[in-house]
């Protein structure tokens, strides 16, 4: 069964820093999103794709947050610089247009 | 704007007894409901899903779920809880049929006692 792919699964870091997460989406499905959860909270979105552009970054903080999917396949979600409130896990999803969204496993960042 | 209130934050059955975990849902239109669970540092597995016509649906791992329009309600159900039933559960509304922003309740804990 295809499944959404993401890497690291866990991050260090440091206030200040760089960080930067990768996201392989089911192949074939053309909407992409990001998702923040905080420890207790339900997942919040970040950013959705299709293809390669941008449909929704209404919640991304773009001072410090940046996203891409050049080629409308994978995609890099970037924090410079990384602040404590930026600990969270940070899942990944696609989709068909229109249809159920499939998660990754989700990258756990720790900022120190 | 959507919204969904899962009431319950933590609850705790003994395994083999039913669940119930409810959800409450806020939408200006015919919404589209997901149940997702969570297990520790892992990702979301799509449990069932509601987009239109009979109001319970069946899911995976034996859950199901009734929508009741009138109460605004998207509540899961299983009738037999297991011990590898422990995990987090997450109720969520959407636009469409998931290809656009869900949003998502803060969860329920649900812990299993053998």
């Known amino acids: 069964e295809a499944e959404v792919a993401q890497s690291p699964r866990y991050k260090i870091t440091e206030k200040s820093q760089a960080v930067a997460f990768w996201c392989d989406p089911i192949s074939g499905h053309a909407t992409l999103y990001w998702y923040r959860q905080i420890l207790g909270q339900g997942p919040e979105l970040l950013v959705q794709f299709q293809d390669e552009s941008v449909v929704d970054d209404s919640q991304l903080p773009k001072d410090r947050f940046s996203a891409e999917r050049l080629k409308g396949v994978d995609s890099t979600l970037k924090i410079q610089p990384a602040e404590l409130g930026d600990s969270a896990m940070y899942l990944c999803a696609s989709s068909p247009p229109a249809e159920t969204q499939y998660f990754g496993p989700g990258t756990r960042l720790l900022v120190l | 704007a959507q919204s969904v209130t899962q009431p319950d934050i933590h609850i705790t059955v003994s395994e083999g007894a039913s669940l119930e975990l409810r959800c409450n849902y806020s939408?200006?239109?015919?919404?589209?409901l997901f149940w997702y669970v969570q297990s520790p540092g892992q990702g979301l597995q799509l449990l069932l899903k509601?987009?239109?016509?009979?109001?319970l649906v069946q899911g995976i791992k034996g859950f199901e779920a009734e929508f009741k329009r009138s109460q605004s309600s998207f509540n899961l159900r299983k009738p037999s809880v297991h011990w590898s039933d422990a995990a987090e559960y997450f109720c969520?509304?959407?636009?469409?049929?998931?290809?656009?922003?869900?949003?998502f309740g803060t969860g329920t804990q649900l812990k299993v006692e053998l």
């Open positions: 969520a509304v959407g636009r469409t049929g998931g290809g656009n922003k869900l949003t």
């Open positions: 509601y987009f239109s016509g009979d109001t």
């Open positions: 939408y200006g239109a015919t919404p589209y």
